[in-house]
């Protein structure tokens, strides 16, 4: 399908627009406007204020056999964005780092371009415009308490991609995107005088071993065949460079690929956490929250999407990603296909990876972003 000038033309005002007005979580109201006015404007029948500042609009056709819905996320990161680009983010410390912007543009795009071929639909379509998908537990599920998936028999997502060259798709059959928990310790030992340690319970040499420790769990508890991370990214403690603390607070990210990993690696992390505090008699607080669920393709929507698309630009099978998304909850729900986008030029500079202040897209993928969206709109 030749995408009409006009439509690409928009597509990346709208994704440059709503770039340098990133906002926040379920506060996206500048974007729902946007959208929702978008969306009026072709005739379609929008509701508004679905979940958390969520939306939706339907296309019904007549003798339709079945309604498919195409999803987009719209809400950015808190990050300051670094680079110089000419449509630069607006607002300080908020920044679409993770291409929600384009997912969003590409999706009107996509309304606009089915819209006028709509006499060729044999299936209803829904576009669904998500809030607060960056956060867990996300958007999707006050969007599904609200009836977003009623009476829609399959759902698509796509994620810009920057490990695949632009104009490359890449898909996956089973799980997707890995589940994405969070680990919040606290250690307490017993504070003290720096120049005399050994009248202190350091909860800071205590966390360092069990941070060490914790690497063996995943190279040794977990199977070479299995997929785990566990990355801790904040560590608390501290208030003077001569004072041994009393606490230490640790966080960490874990994503699995499977619920039986998951389980064991929990299990796991206590058990050491309450041996080493027990060795240096300290105590301890373990909370471990679930995060997104995990992301599954079903392998009918798959299969059927691989002889759908041109085979010389479809990743199949692509890895799955140990990231997370709360597109989870929808294949969770009904048959799911979430799909890889390439976005990498590195002709021109653009390798970032998604929540780096540097990230940015080749924009040449919006044109195939939706031409991807008319494909699986127009499926028979």
């Known amino acids: 399908m030749l995408i009409p000038t006009n439509i690409l033309t928009e597509t990346v005002q709208t994704r440059r627009h709503i770039h340098q007005y990133p906002e926040l979580g379920s506060e996206v109201y500048q974007t729902v406007a946007l959208v929702r006015q ?7 029948e929008v509701h508004s204020n679905i979940g958390k500042n969520g939306l939706y609009a339907d296309l019904n056709v007549p003798n339709a056999g079945k309604r498919i819905a195409l999803r987009a996320d719209m809400d950015a990161l808190p990050i300051q964005e670094l680079g110089d680009k000419s449509y630069q983010s607006t607002i300080k410390g908020i920044a679409h ?53 009623e009476g829609v028999d399959a759902i698509y997502g796509q994620h810009v991609w920057p490990t695949l060259e632009t104009g490359k798709i890449g898909l996956c059959t089973g799980p997707t ?20 340690p050994h009248d202190t319970i350091d909860p800071i040499i205590i966390a360092a071993q069990y941070i060490n ?45 499977s619920l039986s990993v998951k389980t064991n690696l929990k299990k796991r992390l206590y058990q050491l956490l309450e041996q080493t505090c027990l060795a240096h008699d300290a105590h301890f607080e373990f909370n471990y929250s679930d995060g997104h669920a995990l992301t599954y393709n079903h392998p009918d929507l798959t299969q059927k999407l691989v002889h759908l698309l041109d085979p010389k630009n479809l990743i199949y099978p692509h890895p799955p990603s140990m990231a997370g998304e709360d597109f989870g909850y929808y294949s969770q729900k009904i048959p799911a296909c979430f799909i890889f986008l390439g976005c ?36 028979s």
């Open 344 to 379: 990498r030029n590195e002709a021109k500079g653009i390798t970032a990876m998604l929540h780096s202040p540097y990230f940015d897209l080749d924009e040449d993928c919006l044109e195939i972003g939706i031409q991807l969206w008319y494909t699986i709109a127009m499926q």
């Open 97 to 149: 780092m993770c291409g929600h912007d384009a997912h969003t543009a590409m999706l009107l795009g996509a309304a606009k371009l089915i819209v006028q071929y709509k006499d060729r639909l044999q299936h209803n379509i829904r576009f669904i415009f998500q809030a607060d998908e960056e956060n867990i537990p996300g958007g999707a599920i006050p969007m599904i308490e609200d009836g977003v998936l």
């Open 38 to 44: 978008e969306l009026l404007a072709l005739g379609l």
């Open 213 to 257: 420790a914790v690497q063996a769990i995943v190279a040794r508890n977990v199977s070479a065949l299995d997929a785990a991370v566990v990355s801790f990214t904040i560590i608390e403690a501290g208030t003077a460079h001569n004072i041994i603390p009393e606490t230490i607070k640790l966080s960490a990210s874990i994503r699995t690929l």
């Open 177 to 196: 995107m890995g589940q994405p928990d969070i680990l919040e310790i606290t250690i307490t030992g017993k504070g003290g005088h720096a120049a005399y």
